[in-house]
């Protein structure tokens, strides 16, 4: 008995050669020997077919872990870009309310000098004096030292009076 080792799907190829010659018995096993063999070649080729689908399928699942870190490098890129973008809007953020507090004291500054202000127009001032101080006249003397003049000058709000001496000559 021959036994041929070719693995096409033809079932003469993958026969043990039969003999008609052969005995009842050698014809049973080379019967089952036939059949083993016809089953054999077909595992093979489902194991064939389940490596080729599980090779496959790795290199699918090894392209989709490289696209992955692909893009988990962009992601985390960009998610550090988008962290230094709102790092700068709060410290803009915190600027600016640093300034509207010093704005706000700048203006309760100005409104309390205000007030201040208003009030001091509201209410004129008192008046130096309602009536002129008397003169002293020595001028009866004849002596021109003596002649004084009554001044008025007048100092912000105030009213002076202030006494100078005229020289005739």
Not at 12 to 41: A, W
Not at 68 to 86: A, H, M, Q, S, Y
């Amino acid at each position: 008995m021959a036994y041929t080792s070719s693995r096409s799907s033809s079932s003469s190829d993958n026969e043990v050669y039969d003999d008609s010659f052969c005995s009842k018995s050698c014809r049973k096993n080379t019967k089952n020997l036939n059949n083993k063999i016809n089953k054999l070649n077909e595992e093979l080729s489902d194991c064939e077919t389940d490596l080729y689908n599980y090779k496959r399928g790795l290199s699918q699942v090894e392209a989709r872990l490289v696209e992955g870190k692909v893009n988990e490098t962009k992601f985390c890129e960009r998610i550090r870009v988008l962290e230094r973008d709102v790092e700068i809007r709060d410290n803009k953020i915190e600027s600016l309310k640093n300034e509207l507090e010093e704005l706000k004291k700048e203006k309760e500054s100005i409104d309390h000098k205000l007030e201040g202000f208003n009030e001091y127009t509201a209410v004129p001032p008192p008046h130096a004096q309602v009536y002129s101080p008397p003169q002293r006249d020595l001028s009866w003397i004849g002596l021109p030292e003596f002649v004084e003049k009554l001044s008025l000058i007048i100092i912000g709000p105030y009213l002076v009076f202030m006494w100078s001496k005229m020289f005739r000559e």
